[in-house]
C-alpha cells in the first residue's frame, strides 16, 4: 500500500462527482491550483478538434471566459458573456457542440491560488442547482489538492536546499548533521506533500509557496 498523491487525492474526489459532471454532456475542464502562471494540475475533457482550434489559434487570450474566471470568483453561464465576445471564441466552441456553457472560479482566502472549471451542453443552459454543484466540486477539488503546510522549520529547510541544487553531502555539511539525518527529513517531507519523489516535494513546496 502506498500514499497517495496530490493527482491521486483529486481523482478520487472527482470520481465521487460522476454524477454531477455527468450534466457536462459536451465536456468539461478543470485547472486546479492556478499560481503565477499555469496550472498544478489540469482535466481536459472536451472535443479533441476545439482543443486543437483553441491552442492553434491562440483563443486563450481573447476568450471572455478566461477573463472572467481570473477576474470573478463564483459561477457564470457563458450566454452572459456574449456581449464581451469580440472574437467570437463562444461562436466557434459553439460549432463543436459546445453551445452553453458554465464556468465557475475559486481561489484560496489570501488569493495566492485559484482555481476553475468549465462545463458545456449541446441542448440546454445548466440550472442553478447544477450550477450549485459544479462549484461545489471544484471547491472540493481545489481543496483537496492543497499541499499540507505542516512541514517543519527543518524540513522546508531541506527542501529548500535541494531546490537551490545541493547535494546531500553538501547539505549535511552546511546543516552540521549527518547524511541520514538529511534523507530523514527530505523523506518526512515527500510524505507530508504526498509527493512521489524528492523533486516532486520541491516542485509541490515550491508552487504553494511553502519554500
Avoid: C
Avoid at 471564441?89 to 485559484?114: I, M, N, Q
Avoid at 527530505?186 to 511553502?210: E, F
Amino acid at each position: 500500500m502506498h500514499a497517495s498523491t496530490g493527482t491521486d487525492r483529486v481523482l478520487d474526489h472527482i470520481a465521487k462527482w460522476q454524477d454531477v459532471l455527468a450534466s457536462a454532456t459536451a465536456g468539461y475542464f478543470l485547472a486546479i491550483r492556478v499560481g503565477f502562471g499555469f496550472p498544478q494540475t489540469e482535466y481536459n475533457q472536451f472535443p479533441e478538434a476545439w482543443v486543437a482550434e483553441y491552442t492553434r489559434d491562440g483563443l486563450l487570450i481573447e476568450d471572455p471566459v478566461m477573463r472572467w474566471v481570473y477576474r470573478n470568483e463564483g459561477a457564470v453561464r457563458w450566454s452572459t458573456l456574449s456581449d464581451a465576445d469580440l472574437s467570437g471564441v463562444l461562436v466557434r466552441a459553439a460549432a463543436h457542440g459546445l453551445r452553453y456553457g458554465l464556468s465557475v472560479s475559486h481561489r484560496d482566502a489570501d488569493g495566492a491560488f485559484r482555481s476553475f472549471g468549465s462545463f458545456a451542453r449541446r441542448d440546454r443552459e445548466f440550472r442553478d442547482d447544477e450550477a450549485m454543484d459544479l462549484r461545489g466540486l471544484l471547491r472540493g477539488v481545489h481543496q483537496s489538492s492543497q499541499p499540507t503546510s505542516r512541514l517543519t522549520a527543518a524540513e522546508r529547510e531541506a527542501l529548500g536546499l535541494v531546490r537551490d541544487g545541493r547535494l546531500l553531502k553538501e547539505i549535511a555539511i552546511e546543516l552540521g548533521i549527518s547524511e541520514t539525518a538529511v534523507k530523514q527529513r527530505l523523506k518526512n517531507a515527500r510524505l507530508k506533500l504526498h509527493a512521489r519523489t524528492g523533486s516532486h516535494a520541491v516542485s509541490i513546496a515550491v508552487k504553494a509557496g511553502l519554500i
